[in-house]
């Protein structure tokens, strides 16, 4: 999986990723995972990923797949 940058010197941070995604909520949990969630969903649409590229990512994805599903 390709690293998610802003410029070629700078990661993408978590404050990034919820700027990319403003209908989403992002956090570090305990152990470090970051997590988000779409409020109102039903049902909770929640995903996860060990960096926060990998974040950003798992949000596209799901994203897309609920895209597909919408009228």
């Given at each position: 999986?390709?690293?998610?940058?802003?410029?070629?010197?700078?990661?993408?941070?978590?404050?990034?990723?919820?700027?990319?995604?403003?209908?989403?909520?992002?956090?570090?949990?305990?152990?470090g995972i970051?997590?988000a969630?779409?409020?109102?969903?039903?049902?909770?649409?929640?995903?996860?990923?060990?960096?926060?590229?990998?974040?950003?990512?798992?949000?596209?994805?799901?994203?897309?797949?609920?895209?597909?599903?919408?009228?």
């Amino acid at each position: 999986m390709d690293l998610v940058k802003l410029d070629s010197m700078t990661e993408i941070t978590l404050s990034d990723v919820q700027d990319r995604h403003p209908h989403w909520h992002v956090w570090t949990g305990v152990t470090g995972i970051f997590y988000a969630r779409r409020p109102l969903t039903s049902p909770p649409r929640v995903v996860r990923g060990s960096s926060p590229a990998e974040l950003d990512h798992a949000i596209t994805r799901d994203e897309k797949a609920h895209a597909a599903l919408q009228w």
